[in-house]
């Protein structure tokens, strides 16, 4: 692989190891970031990949298979040589002790004919029932120094991907199996939102700029609006979703990830740790939801049969692997509120859905009516209060609207918007969540990735939501067409409050 920076090329030389290397993720996205990574000269030339799984069979046929991957993106066929010379493959079973001695023996060899001094990144891009028993055998091969983020012969560290746990109780009792192997600093819980760049940016926007983090509370921020909206069904994902649904798949992780870097205190230190702790205070200070105030709050819906960029799409009960009963959630929309200094009173308006209108997640920051002593005859819509969006996907970036007195003789207000995006100004294309992740992986940078208070902190705002359903106290599942923005009731949840959604273009 292609050398980055000579001064710190031994400090990220690595065996990269993928258990699940034949998966749908490895192929979709760790092995084109990884390849992206090798392009861009960032992976060092000693470092290599392995893949581990039952249908590995020959270094050649994987690296053929790579191959088929890598060229779904941009392709250079130099970079792909110098590449493909540093892919092998270990064929193995997830339970068999023998599998991890085999991985042990080639780890081992990579390590005195490589050079890659017995620094160790395991990505287990495998389901989540297979996680426990992989890192079980991982310690008893020892292939994990347990309990040490840098032994004598390198480091070893373990990325994971979500869901973490499937509510509370599992959660707990997943980060209790893995700290009997692995201590805190070795498990880097992954989410791949976090890796984009309008999200990361969010720091630098507020805590770098003089003009808005004064704003950035209370006094002036009247509301939040967070929406991941997805215009895809669940595909092929109808056996998981199943037993899933849009509260554990993206409100407990994405959503309330984005919600902690809008709300987060300035951290002391840009450290991993010092920003973490300030997001598990945003968690902590999440107002509990009681049993009565689910059905008021939270609301769940399931998409049917409607029309998507013009074309008929069925609704979710007629999807693959999806009971015809169903009562699985792909929307969710809730209001919480957050009881610290900087957001007394202020809510925070979440909502994610699938077949939605478009594909788009962004956060709306809408800052707080002028008093109109100056503009009373003037309509709500020539005085729309500003509104800040940070635009995380599809196209990432910044926008800002606000009021300018239209040409004329009279008095009329246009509102206009102020636009940034990262295309249009830096021309590169930023780089992608998984190459970002990936690279503060091997880089020992945990900023990005989520602590295990952070997984329990999480799961405690979502399980009073999920105990609620499961009693029957928050009502039928409504429904909502495929195409459309979602259910009546959560329009009803902000506009009962005098407020509305801003839909994404």
């Keep these: 692989m292609k050398a980055m920076d000579k001064n710190r090329a031994a400090e990220h030389a690595c065996a990269i190891v993928i258990f699940g290397s034949s998966g749908d993720l490895a192929q979709r996205k760790l092995l084109p970031a990884l390849f992206s990574l090798e392009q861009e000269g960032r992976l060092d030339e000693k470092s290599v990949l392995v893949g581990f799984s039952r249908s590995e069979t020959t270094h050649e046929a994987f690296r053929q298979r790579m191959r088929a991957a890598a060229e779904a993106g941009t392709f250079d066929a130099a970079a792909w040589t110098r590449f493909a010379r540093d892919l092998y493959a270990v064929q193995g079973d997830y339970g068999d002790p023998a599998s991890y001695a085999r991985l042990k023996s080639e780890l081992d060899r990579l390590d005195r004919e490589q050079g890659t001094q017995g620094n160790r990144l395991f990505y287990l891009a495998v389901p989540p029932d297979a996680v426990p028993g992989i890192v079980r055998q991982l310690g008893a091969a020892g292939l994990v120094p347990c309990h040490s983020g840098r032994a004598a012969r390198g480091w070893t560290r373990v990325v994971f991907e979500k869901p973490f746990g499937h509510d509370l109780a599992s959660a707990l009792a997943l980060n209790k199996e893995i700290s009997h192997i692995l201590s805190e600093d070795q498990v880097y819980r992954i989410d791949h939102y976090l890796g984009k760049e309008t999200v990361q940016n969010i720091l630098v926007f507020r805590f770098a700029n003089g003009i808005f983090e004064p704003l950035w509370n209370y006094k002036y921020v009247d509301h ?95 999807e693959s692997h999806v009971a015809p009963d169903s009562g699985t959630e792909t929307y969710v929309a809730l209001k919480l509120l957050i009881d610290n200094w900087r957001w007394s009173g202020v809510p925070f308006y979440l909502r994610t859905g699938k077949r939605l209108a478009a594909h788009s997640t962004e956060i709306v920051i809408r800052f707080s009516r002028i008093p109109h002593l100056l503009f009373r005859n003037l309509t709500e819509e020539q005085t729309r209060p500003n509104e800040l969006v940070l635009h995380i996907q599809p196209d990432e970036g910044i926008s800002l609207s606000f009021g300018t007195k239209a040409p004329g003789s009279e008095l009329r207000i246009t509102p206009v918007t102020m636009d940034f995006t990262y295309a249009c100004t830096f021309g590169a294309r930023p780089m992608r969540a998984y190459e970002r992740l990936l690279l503060d992986a091997i880089r020992g940078d945990a900023s990005l990735f989520i602590r295990e208070d952070g997984v329990r902190a999480t799961w405690a705002i979502v399980q009073p939501i999920l105990d609620a359903w499961a009693a029957g106290g928050a009502g039928p599942v409504s429904s909502y067409p495929a195409g459309d923005w979602g259910p009546d009731e959560a329009d009803a949840l902000v506009e009962r409050d005098g407020r509305r959604w801003r839909n994404p273009a």
């Design 224 to 318: 939040v609006q967070i929406t991941v909206a997805e215009s895809l069904g669940i595909g092929t994902r109808g056996r998981f979703y199943e037993g899933a649904g849009a509260l554990r798949d993206i409100v407990q992780n994405h959503l309330l990830q984005l919600l902690t870097l809008v709300a987060m205190e300035p951290p002391v230190a840009t450290d991993a740790d010092a920003i973490r702790d300030e997001k598990v205070k945003v968690f902590r200070a999440v107002r509990p939801l009681e049993p009565g105030d689910v059905a008021r709050f939270v609301v769940r819906s399931q998409y049917a049969a409607g029309t998507v960029d013009g074309k008929p799409a069925p609704g979710y009960r007629a």
